[in-house]
T-cell receptor, first 118, second 109 residues
Framework: GAVVSQHPSWVICKSGTSVKIECRSL??????MFWYRQFPKQSLMLMAT?????????EQGVEKDKFLINHASLTLSTLTVTSAHPEDSSFYIC??????????????FGSGTRLTVV | KQEVTQIPAALSVPEGENLVLNCSFT??????LQWFRQDPGKGLTSLLL?????REQTSGRLNASLDKSSGRSTLYIAASQPGDSATYLC????????FGAGTRLTVKP
């Protein structure tokens, strides 16, 4: 089945530094990937839709200059949290689907990245 | 904008009981709906995927139904076990995936 690999699984960084999270589709090509954020005891909130070869589409309230998304190939999307602050500490998770957004297939999720900013 | 609601927010049952988790959504123009399981501090495990043209899907002790016109889905868990304890998330797909807040299930031995 479809596999999505996400790295790192956890990261601790100092306030003010930047952190990059990678999301790879291992056995399929994903024209679209999605990035979610999950705060403790809350559900997953869609942050942005990552489209290969074009700019990401951000949800309302998500700062695009703070959360940089790059989807340079059909198998890799990256999320960079720039100038991270403690309030950015959260669980970040990506997902990808075969065939882009208009699909009748389910989405496969990465294992998530727990970011702690100290 | 699609809104997904899950009821109840939390549920505690004794082992062996059958139970139903509910999911409702506001925009019925969906491609499919997916149920996930999430263990504490972990990622998501896909349980069942129902296409918009389908009424239900079954996998082992799990059965998910979909009534797209009324914007509802249910996840039925038969003969619950302590290992079923987790948070169950419903997500609907209409160009992107939107999640409900989840139902936190505890199955007591």
């Amino acid at each position: 089945g479809a596999v999505v690999s996400q790295h790192p699984s956890w990261v601790i960084c100092k306030s003010g530094t930047s952190v990059k999270i990678e999301c790879r589709s291992l056995d399929f090509q994903a024209t679209t990937m999605f990035w979610y954020r999950q705060f403790p005891k809350q559900s997953l909130m869609l942050m942005a839709t990552s489209n290969e070869g074009s700019k990401a589409t951000y949800e309302q309230g998500v700062e695009k200059d703070k959360f940089l998304i790059n989807h340079a190939s059909l198998t890799l999307s990256t999320l960079t949290v720039t100038s991270a602050h403690p309030e950015d500490s959260s669980f970040y998770i990506c997902s990808a689907g075969e065939g882009g957004t208009n699909i009748n297939y389910g989405y496969t999720f990465g294992s998530g990245t727990r970011l702690t900013v100290v | 904008k699609q809104e997904v609601t899950q009821i109840p927010a939390a549920l505690s049952v004794p082992e062996g009981e059958n139970l139903v988790l509910n999911c409702s959504f506001t925009d019925s123009a969906i491609y499919n709906l997916q149920w996930f399981r999430q263990d504490p501090g972990k990622g998501l495990t896909s349980l069942l995927l129902i296409q918009s043209s389908q009424r239900e899907q079954t996998s082992g002790r799990l059965n998910a139904s979909l009534d797209k016109s009324s914007g509802r889905s249910t996840l039925y868990i038969a003969a619950s076990q302590p290992g079923d304890s987790a948070t169950y998330l419903c997500a609907v797909n209409n160009n992107d995936m939107r999640f409900g807040a989840g139902t936190r299930l505890t199955v007591k031995p």
